[in-house]
């Protein structure tokens, strides 16, 4: 490998092995990540025998250093001679699957389940299964934990003998002493489900579910709720009236909260995976119950999920169940005590309409919408005028223009400066449905109020706002309805609002197009260059270079090159910094 | 007892604890012999001990006052924090033939300046660098876990161990010299070699901004993914992974401030149930709560509270019933709670009065305008259950600690000093008299010394050791070894 003499190729080497120590993490972190380089000059063999020992004891280090390790050691193969050394990676990763630092665990966790697919059966049984049950075995509970996520990946890979002790290992963590191992067990059990033959699926893993799903800790049962998704998924339509359900029907009554949450937070995994006659005849109660659910948490994960269920219920019965069932129960969330509720039901309710059809969302959600709409918490109308899009495909948005408008008129002048913030950035949409006519007579005047705000990030997207609307209505509306109100504000006596005219004619002036801003823009900048201020002056610096390109050059010449020179003499200096930095990007030198 | 008992040591400490008990079975009268007196007195000065680490004099200062004192979920380590913001862990000596005396003692195994003094510049507020709580994690790996506060920051630290440390460089030689890069003609990759042990304490996780007023409490839950921090007005829920964000699950601050009648004092996690808590309050109840039912926790689902005696009622009678502390039996069945004069113990199914009531000092009773006069009135002491839940420890004045049998009803007080008592001495029962008449070896409560107090004490897990925290004074107290 290296000559007798110095090798000048081994010292960039040299350099990364030892900031394998250095003191600064940065260098360490610089080092590992550089690991196969340095595997790559010592070979395979020194690979082997010096540096992953060495690295199987640097479990010490930082979080960040002991991630990237994980992560490397995980595309290592290659680098110690392939799938027939592969389990000379295992020791490192065996160290690092016990730290107490969950990412780091996880990230071992990971990579062991990578390199396990490059094991041949042979030595997955001799190295890797030990190592599977050293850690299902081990004293604390942190290496437990990361055992729960490798019988999975080894399972269908090996010996009937072996799947008996690995199945017999699962069953053991599952009744660990620690919740921290249970905890791991059961949200780990729905993917040892998949890989297990459907008998033992009936045989072991059911009875695992029902006892995880009792568990005396709360946070074991909730994860037993997504395991149970999983495992209903996996069996026939006969099986899980008998074996799934009645746990499932438990946990949506759970006494805890946090894992009724979950019921109702996985309810469309749910509803996939037992399919339509279950839906209807159990999901549809229990959807019923968590929507009134005595904890606003609960009621909130399960409003999410309106439209989503159903969407998802069964074409014949469909608009019946929802007529019968589901719409009574959004009716009361409408005005539930709790915001958050009406929050999370205002931002899907809508979505309702596609479902329903013309008639019923006239006749049953209209009335809702129109309630929303009056909502005390800005979050609630927000949501409900965000959405508006669903309705307006079903009955056309006029049906709710006359409640509309006094919502958002009252968003617009909320004291909350966030609030106003997305009413505005609802404006394009809202125009574009409600046409220019309506816009002209009622919202033209708030859109030009807004420029006026006290708030710098409202007149910023109030300007915005501006450019957008030009590109639904088009160059000739502007002229008429905005650009003269705009101009106008050059006069203002306040500074913040003249350069607000600025703001505006650089972001009008391309939508606009060449006449307009030659015509009716030009002008007015061109006379704020004499401003008193200099911020309003710089930034007609920097506005000239902005509408620049949209001019012809005959005015960029006579008329946009004499006022930068001049302003390029002005005695501020970030005036001239701008006028000489417009005059170079516009080539006017 | 608990059940995190460790695997080595329960068998012995079952028996010693079984033959202490069945001596007092047999023979009440000697009871006390057995079970108090002869523990046996081994000293640690915290001022020794930090003098090798911060400070260089030798007088004790108010930074070395300790201020909290727990032993972990084995006993095997003991940690105290004091108000200079330090952590020293003690460690337990492992049995040697060569010195059976040892056997027991408690050394310094790593210490570590956990809080500093900081400032607030939004609130013009001083935060203080003082230890108010310590709780151990269940262990989990070869490290250990503890979660340390102040008023305001809970700070996660991990204690552990390392015993090798990497040589050989490729661009220097052992003693450090640069070589010259161009005689590079192989690559060395570091060798790990054997080394003294070292300790190291290193922060983890540092869990802050979620407190406006003072945390009192901090209580990890059964669950080992969550714990509590309470304030005077509020008790936050953590993930101890989660740093940035904290759920509130109890607020009893009013809209008002000036509707304010009532304060937090301590709160705790029930030992098995990961779903319920206890919190006290300054008014003297005890509220139990299940998070089960709620996110927010404000209506409590079980009250506990003893109607006020009309006959006793006095100016004092409000603060002397304000609670300083509140612990969960080992079992989970009983909640014991102190107050000024008073050690209680209540039955979790019975919510209308306490099942026990143990005077601790009851002849200050007459001297509570004084103790307001000097704000003593006010002070917070702690009690602690024994590894069995069968006898109550807690805190008095002039260096005495109050031990209390619930089986026997006897009870005894003892002094934790050096002047009257020598290492390995059996502890002498003292004697408060009031009235004239003043017994040999009795105290008059006159001559009692209040600044001398025993806020801060803890018992081992299961075993009968002991370790009671006097100012800046460390001693630990375990039964006589045959």
Known sequence: MAGAEGDDSLYPIAVLIDELRNEDVQLRLNSIKKLSTIALALGVERTRTELLPFLTDTIYDEDEVLLALAE??????????????????????ESLATVEETVVRDKAVESLRKISQEHSPVDLEVHFVPLVKRL???????????????????????SSTVKAEIRQHFRTLCSDDTPMV???????????????????????IIPLFTALASDEQDSVRLLAVEAGVSIAALLPQEDLEDLVMPTLRQAAEDKSWRVRYMVADKFSELQKAVGPEITKNDLVPAFQNLLKDCEAEVRTAAANKVKVFCESLPEDSRETIIMTHILPCVKELVSDTNQHVKSALASVIMGLSTILGKDNTVEHLLPLFLVQLKDEYPEVRLNIISNLDCVNEVIGIRQLSQSLLPAIVELAEDAKWRVRLAIIEYMPLLAGQLGVEFFDEKLNSLCMAWLIDHVYAIREAATCNLMKLVEKFGAEWAQNTIVPKVLGMANDSNYLHRMTTLFCINALSEVCGQEITTKHMLPVVLKMSTDQVANVRFNVARCLQKIGPVLDSSALQAEVKPVLEKLATDQDMDVKYFALEAISVLALA | TSAAAPPVTSQTCQTLHDSLFQSMDLDRGTWIDSAFLSLRFSELDTRKINNSFLRDHSYATEADIISTVEFNSTGELLATGDKGGRVVVFQREQESKNQPHRRGEYNVYSTFQSHEPEFDYLKSLEIEEKINKIRWLPQQNAAYFLLSTNDKTVKLWKISERDKRPEGYN????????????????????????????????????????????????????????????????????????????????????????????VITAAEFHPNQCNTFVYSSSKGSIRLCDMRTSALCD???????????????????????????????????????????????????????????YQVHDYLRSKLCSL???????????????GTDSVLM?????????MFDRNTKRDVTLEASRENSKPR????????????????DEISVDSLDFSKKILHTAWHPNENIIAVAATNNLYIFQDKVN
């Not at chain 1, 001679?81 to 592969?86: S, Y």
């Open chain 2, 372 to 386: 307001y006069e000097n704000d003593f009135i006010f002070d917070k002491f702690e009690c602690v259950w024994n």
């Open chain 1, 72 to 93: 490397q050691l995980g595309s290592f193969t290659v680098l110690v001679g392939g799938p027939e050394f592969v389990h000379c990676l295992l020791p490192p990763l």
């Open chain 2, 171 to 262: 661009l220097k030689d052992e003693e450090g010299r640069i070589r010259d890069p161009t005689t590079i003609t192989s690559l060395r990759v570091p060798v790990l070699r054997p080394m003294d042990l070292m300790v190291e304490a290193t922060p983890r996780r540092i869990f802050s901004n979620a407190h406006t007023y003072h945390i009192n409490s901090i209580s990890v839950n059964s669950d080992y993914e969550t714990y509590m921090s309470t304030d005077d007005l509020r008790i936050n829920l953590w993930n101890l992974e989660i740093t940035n964000r904290s759920f509130n699950i109890v607020d009893i601050k009013p809209a008002n401030m000036e509707e304010l009648t009532e």
């Open chain 2, 425 to 440: 001495a059996i502890l002498k029962p003292r004697k408060v008299c009031v009235g004239g008449k003043r017994r040999k």
């Open chain 1, 182 to 204: 249970r905890r791991a067990a059961s949200s780990k059990l729905g993917e040892f489900a998949k890989v297990l033959e459907l008998d033992y699926v009936k045989s072991d």
């Open chain 2, 299 to 357: 209506n409590h689902s079980k009250l506990f509270e003893e109607p006020e005696d009309p006959s006793n009622r006095s100016f004092f009678s409000e603060i002397i019933s304000s609670i300083s502390d509140v612990k969960f039996s080992h079992s989970g069945r009983y909640l014991m709670t102190r107050d000024y004069l008073t050690v209680k113990v209540w039955d979790i199914n019975m919510e209308s009065r306490p099942l026990e009531t």
């Open chain 2, 394 to 402: 807690t805190g008095s004045y002039n260096n005495f600690f109050r």
């Open chain 1, 136 to 158: 299902a075995s081990g004293d604390w509970f942190t290496s437990r934990t990361s055992a729960c996520g490798l019988f999975g990946v080894c399972y269908p890979r090996v």
